[in-house]
């Protein structure tokens, strides 16, 4: 017996998905992808075709290069990072009994604010006039600018952007735990085993998989939904020191006024993305597996 009479019925329910999907992924993806083969006035009232120039010059751009390795070391450090803060925290906060909900209610409130509101609120901790971890720096000796300091503005979204992400991989990693049966826990407890080995022997192959689906989230957060983040702390400086490829699209696109060169930058972005996913789940779901 089938579970819809009306055979337009399914499609109805799955409609406003697949209008979403096109107007907001799929439209805007082609529409970059054409861009890319032309080169525009800064109004788009003029365009001309000129093939892969767009692209030739972009990669012959060592600033773009730049910023291409600038991504890539914030994503490393993003993901790293967030998964291991996570997962320390959701550990501990397993074996609490007392308050443990409250705990947890605090921990997931960060992924409730908005990159951009992420950003301001570091902003304003880590401001050189008026920040109070600034000034706590300064009174440890350490002259504290990101304004000026290139390493220390890519910290600073570092910091900002791990913080933003954490609570998402810690409500992941606290769930997966609690799905882990305690009789395995207390066969190896019986067998002799520590803390630590039962951690790395039992724990830690059951949370593969769950660490290496966040792994591809967190990556693919690194690479797009950090622009809010560098556009209210540094604007891509000092010196293009935080320049990610997501701020660089914006800036050549809607600052520089050249389009041609941003929409091709929106569709290396897109492949680069698609190419990671790709090998992860290619190569690196091999190795996800329960011992």
Known sequence: MPIFRNRYLPYFFIAPQIIVTLLFFIW???TAFRQSFFLQDAFGLKHHFIGLKNYYF??????YWHSILITLLFSAVVAVFTLGLALFIATLVNRVVRFSTGYRVLLILPYAVAPAIAGILWRFLFNPAIGICSYVLSLLGYHWNYLLNGKQAFILICIAAIWQQFSYNFLFFVASLQAIPKSLLEAASIDGANVWQRFWHVIWPLLSPTTFFLLVINVIYAFFDTFGIVQTVTQG???NATNLVVYKVYSDGFLGMNYGSSAAQSVILMLIVIFLTVLQFRYAEK?????
Not at 58 to 63: F, N, T, V
Not at 287 to 291: G, L
């Open 237 to 239: 400086g000092p010196a």
């Open 287 to 291: 190795k996800v597996h329960y011992q």
């Open 58 to 63: 972009l990669l012959a751009s060592g600033s």
């Open 28 to 30: 805007p993806a082609l």
